[in-house]
């Protein structure tokens, strides 16, 4: 008989103020100043994302155009268009990916 397949544990994920507190401690900043880095990389983040924003070692953000397309209502079935936008992506680099996935 096979075994059902087992949940991984779920853990939260860091909050703002215990990344704060990692980099603070990393750094032998103030918990105070490392909140205010966290908050400047966050507002040059969205200043600067229509010429795409980069994070090294981690990924970018990009403004991404998307066409006009034919899409369907789940309840009914009906056919409705969905207009252009533009919306924002992240894109994870490469280094990121290899380091999380454990691959080489």
Same mark, same amino acid.
């Given at each position: 008989?096979?075994?059902?397949? /087992? +949940?991984?544990? &779920?853990?939260?994920?860091? &909050? +703002?103020?215990? %990344?704060?507190?990692?980099?603070?401690?990393?750094?032998?900043? /103030?918990?105070? *100043?490392? =909140?205010? %880095?966290?908050?400047? !990389?966050?507002?040059?983040?969205?200043?600067?994302?229509?010429? &795409?924003?980069?994070?090294?070692?981690?990924? #970018?953000?990009?403004? =991404?155009?998307?066409?006009?397309? =034919?899409?369907?209502?789940?309840?009914?079935? $009906?056919? !409705?268009? !969905? *207009?252009?936008?533009?919306?924002?992506?992240?894109?994870? $680099? +490469? $280094?990121? #990916?290899?380091?999380?996935?454990? /691959? +080489?």
């Amino acid at each position: 008989m096979a075994k059902a397949p /087992t +949940k991984a544990p &779920t853990t939260k994920p860091l &909050t +703002k103020s215990q %990344i704060a507190a990692e980099l603070a401690a990393l750094s032998g900043l /103030t918990k105070t *100043a490392a =909140v205010e %880095i966290l908050e400047f !990389i966050a507002q040059l983040a969205y200043k600067n994302a229509k010429n &795409t924003f980069t994070l090294p070692g981690l990924g #970018k953000l990009v403004l =991404v155009n998307r066409k006009a397309r =034919v899409g369907r209502n789940p309840a009914t079935g $009906a056919t !409705i268009q !969905i *207009a252009a936008k533009r919306v924002v992506k992240f894109r994870v $680099a +490469k $280094a990121a #990916k290899d380091a999380i996935l454990g /691959t +080489k």
